[in-house]
C-alpha cells in the first residue's frame, strides 16, 4: 500500500480551518513523508470572528503537544466556564448552560431526575445553583478540574475564549516549524482531471502552479473548491434558523474578563460577548427578514459594556451544510464545509472534528470510496445533531414580543428534535445518539434554563427515600458554594499558571 500514499495535500486558505489542519497535518501526516502545502491570501483575509469554544479543544491542543499555558498567552486567550443565556426564555430569564455535570447521580438515578422529583416537594434554586461550572462562572472564579472525585472542583469542566487572529498565527507557527510549507497568494484557476473530475491542481495570480493528491477546502463561505468548482450543492437549514447576518466590533474590557461567554437575546436575534484578557469580542447575530442592518448596528453599540474598539464590521452567512464535506479529492472543512450560527460555539469543534475524522480515514491516492462515504455520513451527523440543538434554544422560547420570536415559537422543527423534545417534557428523559456533541447536561441546562419544564420525572427515582435524597441536594448545593468560595479569581488564576504574558496591542481583528 506504501506506493499508494498520498504525495501531497494542498490546503486552501489560512484562516483557523487552514491553520488547524495544517497544525494537526504538521504533526501526524509530514513525518510520514507526505508533503503539506497551505495556500492563503492575505489580501482576502479571514473572517476574523470565532472566538469562544467548547472543551474538547483542550484534546485537540493536548494530541498536538501544545502547553495551556503557552496556548492561552499567545492568543490572550481566557477560560470559559459555559454560556449564560439572558432573555431566552421570557424577557428577564437568565441561566447557565454549564459545562460539567450537574449535583451528582445517587445510586445511579440522574441528578436532575432527583431534582425533578424534590422539586414537586418544596421550592428549589434553579438548576444551576447545583452545577460547580456556573455558579464559579457567576463568582468570576476558575480552577482547573481535581482528580479526587469526592471534590465538587472535580466536576468542573471547561473551555477557552481566544483571540481568532492570534489563533491563527500561533498554529501558522506551530505548522510551519513541522514542516507545512505556506504559500501566499490568490487562487485564480483550479484544474480539474477530465476524466475523474479530481482536481489536480490550483493556479495562483503570480502564475505559480500547486499540484497535489488530495485538497482541503478551507476558503471560507465561498467554498472555492468544494463549491465554485464541483458544485456539491448546500443544504440550506435557514427556515428553521433564520439569523443570516452578524454585525462584531471589539470593546474595552470594563472590569475583570469574566469565565464565560453571554448571550443576549435581542428583538431579532441575540448578542454575545466574549471576553478576552485585552479586550472584549462582541457581536449581533440576526435575521435580516425581521431586522434592518442600521438597527442591528445600534442595538449592538448600545449594548457594549466598554468602549468599541474600531468600527463595527458586518457579515453575512448562509445556514446548512454542503451536502458532501468529502467530493472527490476535496475534503471541506469550517465555513466551506458548512455553518451553523455560533450560539454554542460549535463550528471551531466541527472543524477539529472534521479533522479527527479526516485523520481517522485518511485515503491513499487510489480514494476508496468506502472512507469518503464514511467521512459524509459522520460528518453529516454530526452537523445535524448540532443543528437540533440550536434550533432547540428558538422552539423553546416562550417570547412573543416580537415577529421573530413568534416566528421561531411557531416555526415546525426536524423530526429528530420534536422527538427529543417530546421525551424530555413527558419526563425529563434524554437518551445520547450516536452523533451528540451536546448531551445530557446541556439538554437540561437548555430545557430547564428556558421553561420547559417536564411534566413529570422518572419513576425509577420512586425507588430512593425522599427525605435523604432531600438531605443529599442540600448538602451538594452548601459542598459547591463552599468550594466555589476557595477557588482563585479569574485573572488571578491564569496569572498563577503564567498564561498573561502581555501581548503586542492589536485591539482590532483583521478584516
Ligand atoms: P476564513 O476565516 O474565512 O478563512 C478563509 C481563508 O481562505 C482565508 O485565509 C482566505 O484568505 C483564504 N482564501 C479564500 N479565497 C482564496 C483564494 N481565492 N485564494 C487564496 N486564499 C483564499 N466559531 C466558533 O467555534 N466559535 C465562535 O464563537 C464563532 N463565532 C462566529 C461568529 C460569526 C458571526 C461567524 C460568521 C462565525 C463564527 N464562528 C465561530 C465560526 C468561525 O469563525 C469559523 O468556523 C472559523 O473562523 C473558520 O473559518 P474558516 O477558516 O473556514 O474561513
Known amino acids: 500500500m506504501t506506493g499508494l500514499r498520498l504525495d501531497r495535500i494542498v ?84 441561566y447557565i448552560h454549564p459545562f460539567g455535570r450537574f449535583g451528582r447521580d445517587i445510586a445511579g438515578i440522574d441528578f436532575h431526575q432527583l431534582y425533578l422529583r424534590e422539586r414537586q416537594r418544596r421550592p428549589l434554586p434553579p438548576i444551576d445553583s447545583f452545577s460547580i461550572g456556573a455558579q464559579a462562572a457567576l463568582a468570576g472564579r476558575f480552577t482547573h478540574p481535581r482528580a479526587d472525585p469526592s471534590q465538587p472542583t472535580h466536576d468542573i469542566a471547561y473551555a477557552y475564549h481566544f483571540d481568532a487572529t492570534r489563533y491563527a498565527l500561533f498554529l501558522r507557527s506551530f505548522a510551519e516549524r513541522r514542516g507545512v510549507v505556506r504559500r501566499e497568494g490568490r487562487v485564480v484557476d483550479v484544474a480539474l482531471n477530465p476524466q475523474t473530475g479530481f482536481v489536480e491542481s490550483i493556479l495562483l495570480a503570480d502564475g505559480t502552479r500547486i499540484g497535489g493528491d488530495l485538497f482541503i477546502d478551507c476558503s471560507g463561505f465561498r467554498g472555492l473548491l468544494i463549491e465554485q468548482q464541483l458544485s456539491t450543492g448546500f443544504e440550506d437549514w435557514s427556515h428553521w434558523l433564520p439569523c443570516d447576518r452578524a454585525i462584531a466590533v471589539p470593546s474595552e474590557n470594563h472590569g475583570a474578563p469574566h469565565p464565560f461567554t453571554r448571550s443576549t437575546a435581542r428583538e431579532a436575534g441575540w448578542q454575545w460577548r466574549i471576553p478576552l484578557q485585552h479586550r472584549t469580542g462582541n457581536g449581533h447575530v440576526y435575521a435580516s427578514a425581521f431586522l434592518d ?205 503564567n498564561a498573561t504574558e502581555p501581548q503586542p496591542d492589536d485591539h482590532v481583528p483583521a478584516a
Open 11 to 94: 490546503i486552501v486558505g489560512g484562516g483557523t480551518a487552514g491553520w488547524m489542519a495544517g497544525a494537526a497535518l504538521g504533526r501526524f501526516i509530514v513525518p510520514g513523508g507526505t508533503e503539506v502545502v497551505l495556500v492563503e491570501s492575505d489580501e482576502i483575509g479571514t473572517i476574523g470572528v470565532g472566538e469562544a469554544t467548547i472543551p474538547p479543544i483542550q484534546k485537540f491542543n493536548h494530541l498536538l503537544g501544545i502547553g495551556e499555558a503557552e496556548f492561552l498567552r499567545a492568543t490572550s486567550g481566557t477560560f470559559k466556564l459555559g454560556i449564560e443565556f439572558v432573555d431566552w426564555g421570557r424577557p428577564g430569564d437568565r
Open 293 to 497: 442592518d442600521d438597527r442591528a448596528e445600534a442595538i449592538l453599540l448600545a449594548n457594549l459594556e466598554g468602549a468599541a474598539l474600531g468600527a463595527a464590521r458586518p457579515l453575512r452567512f448562509a445556514t446548512g451544510r454542503r451536502r458532501l464535506a468529502w467530493n472527490r479529492n476535496v475534503v471541506a472543512l469550517g465555513l466551506a464545509a458548512g455553518f451553523v450560527e455560533p450560539l454554542e460555539s460549535t463550528s471551531i469543534h466541527l472543524i477539529q472534528h472534521g479533522i479527527s475524522m479526516l485523520l481517522a480515514l485518511m485515503p491513499d491516492k487510489d480514494f476508496a470510496p468506502t472512507e469518503r462515504d464514511e467521512y459524509n455520513r459522520q460528518m453529516r451527523a454530526s452537523f445535524e445533531a448540532v443543528r437540533d440543538f440550536i434550533i432547540l434554544h428558538y422552539k423553546l422560547t416562550q417570547r412573543d414580543d416580537t415577529e421573530f420570536w413568534r416566528y421561531c415559537r411557531e416555526m415546525s422543527v426536524p423530526e429528530t428534535l420534536a422527538q427529543r423534545m417530546d421525551l424530555f417534557l413527558r419526563r425529563g428523559r434524554y437518551l445520547k445518539g450516536d452523533n451528540d456533541l451536546f448531551t445530557l447536561n446541556s439538554w437540561v441546562a437548555v430545557m430547564l434554563g428556558q421553561n420547559g419544564w417536564p411534566s413529570g420525572y422518572d419513576p425509577l427515582t420512586d425507588a430512593l427515600d425522599p427525605d435523604k435524597v432531600g438531605r443529599q441536594i442540600d448538602l451538594a448545593r452548601t459542598a459547591i458554594t463552599g468550594a466555589v468560595a476557595e477557588m482563585p479569581l479569574h485573572m488571578d488564576a491564569l496569572r498563577q499558571m
